[in-house]
């Protein structure tokens, strides 16, 4: 008979040690961590080995991720699946860094931005494989990812209108359209359902679903885009609201697609969240709104972030100077009476 799997201590490793279906597990120093990992192992069905397939880790990941960080599923499927798509399939120990790189470095099509993303999606489900699967190699370490573009660029009217410019179909000219008037997160855009929409014209993400999960998000609406939202609560009553031409919601890949058609005619690829980072800078200057009334409206939990990325706009010595003329034109004047009364006494 079999016997059962039990820890040991390797003193010249300075760690704890498993042997589980021919595979030895480093489980680290800690006595306790080491107990708990072992557990995990134990109760997983499969343990994942070097020898097994690259994409045998994608869909273990992908399916712990649907399980338990739902939110994040649509998105680690799309960049993984493009992976899939551009690199065979192969044994985990014949996967390494240069492999990814070399397959990164032939889309050309993809900016600092996107490529970002795809190798967090990648390292991300190689560390989940190490630290939940019992995975003790990790082919991708040492990847590097590209510095992503600035999120941080102000778009001007005539950026918007020449961006809109080269979109054709209604579909996507209702995202930026909602992204420019709402200023909503995109990850809050390709998720807003019909269950979302209230008849005060706000979008309300119930605090499970909203970041950070503390607090209910709230996005305010103008008559446009609560008009458009309400169209296609009509035609999609279940799921995502915001669709393609095919009917499909709107993902980050999709729009990051999108986007990148534009950069030979534009000269830049542009970022969703710019129109973020627009709608709040322009909304401070333009606008004249008050930063506690900002940060509301961003979905900020306090006004930490306000004046962290937009703290700039209290150096500018024109901007300052017309708000304090503004804050002084606002003070209740005393009247005649009142002066002639205080002069005398």
């Known amino acids: 008979m079999a016997r059962n799997p039990k820890p040991w201590w390797r003193k010249e490793r300075n760690a704890w040690f498993v042997t589980i279906n021919g595979t030895r597990h480093n489980l680290g120093a800690d006595k306790k961590e080491a107990k708990d990992r072992f557990h995990e192992l134990m109760a997983n069905k499969a343990v994942i080995a070097p020898s097994d397939t690259v994409w045998a880790v994608l869909d273990a990941f992908l399916e712990w991720t649907e399980k338990h960080r739902p939110a994040s599923y649509e998105w680690y499927r799309a960049a993984l699946q493009r992976f899939k798509d551009g690199v065979p399939n192969c044994r985990i120990v014949d996967l390494n860094a240069a492999t990814v790189e070399t397959w990164l470095g032939s889309h050309d099509e993809w900016g600092p931005t996107y490529k970002a993303g795809m190798v967090t999606a990648i390292r991300r489900a190689f560390n989940w494989a190490n ?43 209702d995202v930026l359209l909602i992204a420019w008037k709402t200023g909503a997160r995109p990850q809050e855009l390709t998720r807003i359902e019909k269950r979302h929409i209230q008849k005060n014209k706000t979008v309300v993400f119930p605090k499970k679903e909203a970041k950070g999960k503390k607090r209910a998000r709230v996005i305010f609406l103008d008559d446009e885009c609560y008009a458009i939202l309400a169209r296609q609560a009509v035609k999609y009553p ?19 697609c999108r986007f990148g058609r534009m950069k030979d005619t534009l ?13 709040i800078h322009h909304g401070l200057t ?60």
């Open 131 to 173: 630290k939940k699967a019992g995975l003790t190699v990790n082919p991708v370490r040492g990847l590097d990812k590209p510095t992503p573009e600035s999120r941080n660029r102000v778009l001007s009217a005539e950026e918007y209108a020449a961006i809109l410019k080269l979109v054709k179909d209604q579909s996507f000219k």
């Open 238 to 256: 279940e799921g995502p609201l915001l669709r393609n031409t095919r009917g499909e919601p709107w993902t980050a890949m999709s729009i990051g």
């Open 286 to 345: 333009k606008g004249k709104i008050d930063p506690v009334t900002m940060a509301t409206l961003a979905g900020h939990a306090d006004l930490t972030m306000i004046y962290k990325v937009y703290g700039h706009l209290l150096k500018d010595s024109d901007h300052m100077r017309e708000a304090a003329i503004r804050a002084s034109a606002s003070m209740p004047k005393a009247s005649t009476a009142d002066a002639s009364t205080e002069a005398s006494a």
């Open 267 to 279: 000269g830049y690829r542009p970022v969703l969240y710019w129109f973020r980072h627009s709608y």
